[in-house]
């Protein structure tokens, strides 16, 4: 195995992504080999890119799937990939705006809306991307499932204009988010990759105490994410504890109490 085939310290692994390098495994290349053959990935992709993923790829063997998994049964199959989020992504690189038509919840049609694209999201809980866009004209913040986007064009914004905008939606951000502080247990440290793994959706920065020897995660996450936070918390359970963020502390003790109640021999 090649000497930086795995690399557990996070330390190292943050130097590292400092700089700009980024580490994948043999397994991680063979897997991405793989999907780089499903029919979705000449959509995700631009042909150039494709091919030269798959001509940087052509040592690695593809994964043999055929024995590992047995297909019971089948449902509609939801793509990850939506059609739009080559063209989103290219126009909030740009900081550009858009004309957006959407559909809302009872399925009225809104048209030509003047928006600026902030972000994309997607939401594991619901397996779906949403657009993080700001309303030029009212001034506030949308979030729109790209499924319900039906057209939008190019709506020029200089450098000039973009600049405040684009602070305008910090503030608003900054006002919806929440923090807190996770102080990974001692006798846990060995498990770090699957507990930061289990916090990968959020913005996050991890520290680690030489006198104590203590690895903290701060996580900043906003307002309406805290149950997903919660839920994550409860799954890692005694490795993990919250030492900062007086609305999960609350949330967590509410939870263990219930669970006393619920098993506590009378």
Known sequence: MNLFEKIFNYQIISRLENTGTFMITAQERSWLKTMLAHPSASEAFTPDTLEKLQTVLTPEPSLDLSEVFIEKANSVEKQVYHPLLRTLRRFIMNKTGVKLTYRVKDDRLVKNEMAFPY????????????????????????????????????????????????????????????????????????????????????????????VNETYTIRLTFLSNESEYVLSKLRFLGKRVKVIDGDYLKRRMLESARKAYQRYEVL
Not at 188 to 204: D, G, N
Request: glycine residues 2%.
């Open 119 to 210: 972000k994309l999201e997607y939401s594991l809980v619901k397996k779906e991307w949403y657009l993080l866009w700001y309303h030029l004209r009212h001034r506030a913040l949308m979030s729109t499932k790209l499924q319900k986007i039906d057209d939008l064009h190019e709506l020029p914004v200089s450098s000039e204009q973009a600049g405040p905008i684009v602070a305008n939606i910090e503030k608003l951000l900054e006002k919806r988010q929440q923090h807190a502080t996770i102080e990974v247990i001692k006798a846990y440290h060995r498990e770090l990759s699957r507990i930061l793994y289990a916090f990968s959706c959020f913005e996050k920065n991890v520290a680690y105490d030489n």
